[in-house]
């Protein structure tokens, strides 16, 4: 099992938004986007969109997808399964957990099951 990192309450990212957490702080060698979904829950995904460089915590989020600002590719914030063209790969996921209003990032512990 992996350490959790302490990314803030859950006041801290609005819903609807999200936050960076570095590759640095992270320990990943990937930057890791945390969204604050419309569902009220927060899900975690590698930054980087999988079809070209673009940052996914710039994107749009609508439900429980996010949108890639710079050419339009979904991924579902849940599975971080590629929704539509043009990305074909998915994006790597990574469980959050809300512990006493904390919002808790386990970088590299797939939120997949």
Same mark, same amino acid.
């Given at each position: 099992?992996? $350490?959790?990192?302490?990314?803030?309450?859950?006041?801290?990212?609005? *819903?609807? $938004?999200?936050?960076?957490?570095?590759?640095?702080?992270?320990?990943?060698?990937?930057?890791?986007? &945390?969204?604050? !979904? *419309?569902?009220?829950?927060?899900? !975690?995904?590698?930054?980087?969109?999988?079809? *070209?460089? !673009?940052? /996914?915590?710039?994107?749009?989020?609508?439900?429980?997808?996010? $949108?890639?600002?710079? +050419?339009?590719?979904?991924?579902?914030?849940?599975?971080?399964?590629?929704?539509?063209?043009?990305?074909?790969?998915?994006?790597?996921? +990574?469980? &959050?957990? &809300?512990?006493?209003? +904390? &919002?808790? /990032?386990?970088?590299?512990?797939?939120?997949?099951?």
């Amino acid at each position: 099992m992996s $350490e959790s990192i302490n990314i803030g309450t859950v006041e801290d990212i609005d *819903e609807g $938004e999200a936050t960076v957490i570095s590759a640095e702080e992270n320990g990943t060698g990937e930057d890791i986007a &945390v969204f604050h !979904a *419309e569902d009220g829950n927060f899900y !975690a995904l590698n930054d980087n969109c999988t079809h *070209e460089t !673009a940052s /996914l915590a710039d994107g749009w989020i609508e439900g429980t997808e996010v $949108e890639c600002p710079v +050419h339009s590719a979904k991924f579902c914030l849940k599975s971080g399964t590629a929704l539509c063209m043009p990305a074909t790969i998915a994006a790597r996921t +990574h469980k &959050v957990a &809300v512990q006493d209003g +904390h &919002v808790m /990032l386990y970088p590299n512990v797939s939120a997949v099951v």
